[in-house]
């Protein structure tokens, strides 16, 4: 497909437990940032990526989250010994090198803790 | 960040024109204004986005004031497709520590009644 593909879609894991949230962004695409949204509120900036890099990790809440982006592409939010607070839609969204582009969203992963 | 102002929630009748309002009195010279909508359970979308003069698009019109301190987004013709959260957001085109990242405030609840 030629959107912004996030997976699982739903996931559902045990307090304590690490996650790992998968975005592909669209291909070409070199700029790609995390999001999380919990429910009722608005989107909550976690980090950005161009390339393989991430100049701006400052909406990371806390050193248990962190992120990696692979040759330019893939990118992972890892999430360790997860809290219920934790729980939200984690979103992410991609663009191409204009900064004024348009960003894409991917659907989410919900994650429930529980 | 420049910061942006919309009404919290806006109502309208199926087929007529809904004019959504945002402030942003302190916007730089070098900020576009970009609006998204995010239909419920979804992802943000893109909706138009612009920098001094009003824009078109298949999906909404944009008025955007002479002193750029306010801006309207128009859709023409709502349906209850249209019944989304509607976020005004100021991105910087200049670059900068900004990465281009977009900053969502709560929006506007767009309700259309059939």
């Known amino acids: 497909g030629a959107g912004v593909s996030q997976s699982p879609s739903n996931k559902v894991t045990e307090k304590g437990k690490d996650v790992e949230l998968r975005c592909d962004p669209i291909?070409?695409?070199?700029?790609l940032y995390w999001y999380r949204q919990s429910l009722g509120q608005g989107l909550e900036f976690l980090i950005y990526f161009q390339g393989n890099s991430a100049p701006d990790k400052s909406g990371l809440p806390s050193d248990r989250f962190s992120a990696e982006r692979t040759g330019g592409s893939v990118s992972t939010l890892t999430i360790q010994r997860t809290q219920q607070e934790d729980s939200a839609v984690y979103l992410c969204a991609s663009r191409n090198r204009d900064l004024v582009s348009e960003a894409f969203f991917g659907q989410g992963t919900r994650l429930t803790v529980v | 960040d420049a910061k942006t102002t919309q009404p919290n929630s806006m109502e309208s009748n199926e087929e007529e024109p809904v004019h959504l309002p945002c402030n942003h009195s302190?916007?730089?010279?070098?900020?576009?204004i970009h609006w998204y909508r995010q239909l419920p359970s979804q992802g943000p979308e893109y909706v138009i986005h612009g920098l001094t003069s009003n824009v078109n698009n298949r999906m909404a019109s944009l008025a955007i004031a002479e002193d750029r301190k306010s801006s309207t987004l128009i859709l023409h013709r709502a349906t209850l497709r249209d019944a989304a959260v509607y976020y005004c957001?100021?991105?910087?085109?200049?670059?900068?520590?900004?990465?281009?990242?977009?900053?969502f405030g709560q929006g506007t609840i767009l309700t259309v009644h059939p």
């Open positions: 291909s070409g695409h070199t700029a």
């Open positions: 302190t916007i730089s010279g070098t900020d576009y």
């Open positions: 957001i100021l991105r910087d085109g200049a670059g900068g520590t900004s990465y281009g990242k977009l900053t």
